[in-house]
T-cell receptor, first 116, second 113 residues
Framework: EAQVTQNPRYLITVTGKKLTVTCSQN?????MSWYRQDPGLGLRQIYY???????DKGDVPEGYKVSRKEKRNFPLILESPSPNQTSLYFC???????????????FGEGSRLTVL | AQSVAQPEDQVNVAEGNPLTVKCTYS??????LFWYVQYPNRGLQFLLK??????LVKGSYGFEAEFNKSQTSFHLKKPSALVSDSALYFC???????????FGAGTTVTVRA
């Protein structure tokens, strides 16, 4: 089954304690992206990756890091989490192949993070 | 820069009545437009998209959307709403050649029995 898998789904942590949210897709997609969802603001892009070892900042990258060492994985790293990073996070992927890519994103189930 | 506006935070309709969720967009070129739906505690699910061609696009679960270039709108519609359509709906836009999807703030749809 084609899917994007995020872990953990729920996490409560404290300020300053490093954490990683993993994301894996099994569709051989080149493009992967992280969004955060906050009430009234919709989804805002944090980082994206066009392919292995190619990453770039989205609209709200401050406080986050990413890496893309393998095509299927795109972890989101919070080096020193703060309360304003309490949010619902989504990983998404898309194909870049000519004739296939029309920008449709496939989303994971989300990771709800609370930073105390 | 591309952007999307969903002017209504909430839409309430009775079951069996028509449902419309509004979306307007702003892009510098021809838009690729999308609708997604989010059920409680779930990720976003793709509903439909407009890339080119017929202005009326049909999607999943009986939804359709009409692309109107002159009004820069892409409203989502369903002729007869179901209670199970109650969810959060997002409109999104991207420009050809760009992979970033820009989302609206979302519209909460409540269908009462």
């Amino acid at each position: 089954e084609a899917q994007v898998t995020q872990n953990p789904r729920y996490l409560i942590t404290v300020t300053g304690k490093k954490l990683t949210v993993t994301c894996s897709q099994n569709m051989n997609h080149e493009y992967m992206s992280w969004y955060r969802q906050d009430p009234g603001l919709g989804l805002r892009q944090i980082y994206y990756s066009m392919n292995v070892e190619v990453t770039d900042k989205g609209d709200v990258p401050e406080g986050y890091k990413v890496s893309r060492k393998e095509k299927r994985n795109f972890p989101l790293i919070l080096e020193s989490p703060s309360p304003n990073q309490t949010s619902l996070y989504f990983c998404a992927s898309s194909s870049r192949r000519t004739g296939v890519n029309t920008g449709e994103l496939f989303f994971g189930e989300g990771s709800r993070l609370t930073v105390l | 820069a591309q952007s999307v506006a969903q002017p209504e935070d909430q839409v309430n309709v009775a079951e069996g009545n028509p449902l419309t969720v509004k979306c307007t967009y702003s892009v510098s070129g021809n838009p690729y437009l999308f609708w997604y739906v989010q059920y409680p505690n779930r990720g976003l699910q793709f509903l439909l998209k407009y890339i080119t061609g017929d202005n009326l696009v049909k999607g999943s679960y009986g939804f359709e959307a009409e692309f109107n270039k002159s009004q820069t709108s892409f409203h989502l519609k369903k002729p007869s709403a179901l209670v199970s359509d109650s969810a959060l709906y997002f409109c999104a836009v991207r420009e050809p050649g760009d992979y970033k999807l820009s989302f609206g703030a979302g519209t909460t749809v409540t269908v009462r029995a």
